[in-house]
């Protein structure tokens, strides 16, 4: 047997049953909420939470990517300027799926390239980086051009194709995405002969097909699609991505590709980080935090990036 003086009482242990004492019951409420309190803590933050007090994530310069951490690279022809950011640690069978995000237009050259992480996939990438399994470039184009342009597009698929020959990422599963003026990037990029094949998913937000409809929708009828656009977004009407959907639904869509989806959501004016970095609030332009970090999601919580790995290319 063994004894234990608590709260003035001699308890013992063996064969006699030990009776639960104030002193015990304190114990095991302690511990119980010690344990809560663990369990909390590790439970993901929302993601609008964390510090927004500056711009701490905003990547630093280097030649090649340095795994785990997002960097800048200042590259010239044949490819681009770019963010890249490829997670650490062992990579799943086939190698990372890859995220293309195509900024809006104030993120254009010869605006800083660190400022491609103010919103969007890249700002996950620098604020969260362990809890993005993809890996994400992003591209820089300058003020006058659109990402659709030949040079511009050549430029972009090379920089792509180089990250799939040179580390661990997987060419069956390239997903693009962009906003606003990168939305439209998206649809018009995607909708490349050229590049068919190269990506196995888009969504692109709060945008719409640059020019030729029913024609860059046909070369999308194998694709698969999901869409967003505020319909109170004043900077770019949401009858741009109506018409871009609508030209789409008609054609005769894949097996693979099924019906594509579309959200036309009540959406936010700014982005969380536009506070710090000084941009004005845009009437119901900020859809984008609606499809990359929904309000009230928690870290790591992204419906459409679930929704990408659904697709790959055969």
């Given at each position: 047997?063994?004894?234990l003086?608590?709260?003035g009482?001699?308890?013992?242990s063996?064969?006699?049953?030990?009776v639960k004492?104030?002193?015990?019951?304190?114990?095991s409420s302690l511990?119980l909420?010690?344990?809560?309190?663990?369990s909390?803590q590790?439970?993901?933050?929302?993601?609008?939470?964390g510090d927004?007090?500056?711009l701490?994530?905003?990547?630093?310069q280097?030649?090649?990517?340095v795994?785990?951490?997002?960097v800048k690279?200042?590259?010239?022809?044949?490819?681009i300027?770019?963010l890249?950011f490829v997670?650490?640690?062992?990579?799943?069978?086939?190698g990372w799926?890859?995220?293309?995000?195509?900024?809006?237009?104030?993120?254009s050259?010869?605006?800083?390239?660190?400022?491609?992480a103010?919103?969007g996939?890249p700002?996950?990438?620098?604020?969260?980086?362990t809890?993005?399994?993809?890996a994400?470039i992003?591209?820089?184009?300058?003020?006058?051009?659109?990402f659709?342009?030949d040079?511009?597009?050549?430029?972009i698929?090379?920089?792509?194709?180089?990250?799939?020959?040179?580390?661990p990422?997987?060419?069956?599963r390239v997903?693009?995405t962009g906003?606003?003026q990168?939305?439209?990037?998206?649809w018009g990029l995607?909708?490349?002969?050229r590049?068919?094949?190269l990506?196995?998913?888009?969504?692109?937000?709060c945008?719409?097909?640059?020019?030729?409809?029913?024609?860059?929708?046909g070369?999308l009828k194998?694709?698969?699609i999901?869409?967003?656009h505020?319909?109170?977004?004043?900077?770019?009407?949401v009858g741009?991505?109506?018409?871009?959907?609508?030209?789409?639904t008609k054609?005769?869509r894949?097996?693979?590709?099924g019906?594509?989806?579309?959200?036309?959501?009540h959406?936010?004016?700014?982005d969380y980080?536009?506070?710090?970095?000084g941009v004005p609030?845009?009437?119901?332009?900020?859809s984008w935090?609606?499809?990359y970090y929904?309000?009230g999601?928690?870290?790591?919580?992204?419906?459409?990036y679930t929704?990408f790995?659904?697709?790959r290319l055969?």
């Open positions: 047997r063994r004894a003086l608590c709260g009482l001699l308890l013992t063996g064969s006699t049953p030990v004492t104030p002193c015990m019951r304190f114990v511990i909420t010690q344990s809560l309190i663990i909390c590790a439970k993901p933050m929302l993601y609008e939470g927004w007090n500056s701490w994530w905003y990547p630093k280097a030649a090649a990517p795994l785990g951490t997002q690279v200042e590259d010239t022809a044949p490819r300027p770019h890249v997670p650490a640690g062992v990579p799943p069978e086939g799926p890859v995220i293309v995000f195509l900024h809006g237009q104030g993120e050259s010869p605006s800083p390239l660190e400022g491609l103010l919103q996939p700002q996950h990438a620098g604020r969260h980086a809890t993005l399994p993809f994400v992003s591209p820089q184009k300058p003020m006058e051009s659109q659709f342009d040079d511009v597009a050549t430029t698929a090379t920089t792509i194709r180089h990250y799939l020959t040179t580390q990422l997987d060419a069956r997903y693009l906003l606003s990168g939305g439209i990037g998206t995607a909708s490349d002969p590049y068919v094949g990506f196995a998913a888009i969504a692109p937000v945008g719409g097909f640059p020019d030729r409809p029913n024609k860059r929708a070369v194998d694709m698969p999901w869409a967003f505020g319909t109170n977004d004043e900077v770019l009407p741009m991505s109506d018409d871009a959907v609508a030209a789409v054609t005769q894949g097996a693979r590709a019906a594509p989806k579309y959200e036309r959501l959406a936010r004016s700014s980080s536009w506070v710090t970095a609030e845009m009437g119901g332009h900020a935090v609606h499809a929904p309000p999601s928690r870290v790591g919580e992204v419906p459409l929704w790995l659904q697709h055969e």
